[in-house]
């Protein structure tokens, strides 16, 4: 009983440090497309997207995402930030 005690602990540990490194690894190896007026995207889910929430005006951003065949692709576009320009003066 101590036994499985200690493993299902030292697994409840490790994984979180697992799931870090494939997060980290998403779209590896993936070029990345910049992304134009128009282009068409076929967006199955979103696996990863910069997060601009604490930056202001616009500015770069990339989402690696899985099309409906499968496939991970990478685009990369601009957007607003997320925090307001007045936001970060008091």
Do not use: C
């Not at 497309?33 to 128009?38: I, M, R």
């Amino acid at each position: 009983m101590k036994i499985a005690s200690i493993v299902s602990a030292l697994i409840s540990s490790i994984a979180p440090l697992a799931f870090a490194d494939d997060a980290g690894k998403i779209g590896t190896g993936v070029p990345v497309q910049d992304y134009h007026y128009g282009m068409q995207l076929d967006v199955a889910s979103v696996l990863q997207r910069t997060d601009n929430s604490q930056k202001t005006g616009v500015v770069p951003s990339v989402m690696v995402y899985r099309d409906s065949q499968g496939e991970v692709h990478k685009v990369r576009y601009l957007e607003w930030g997320g925090r307001s320009s007045d936001s970060h003066n008091g």
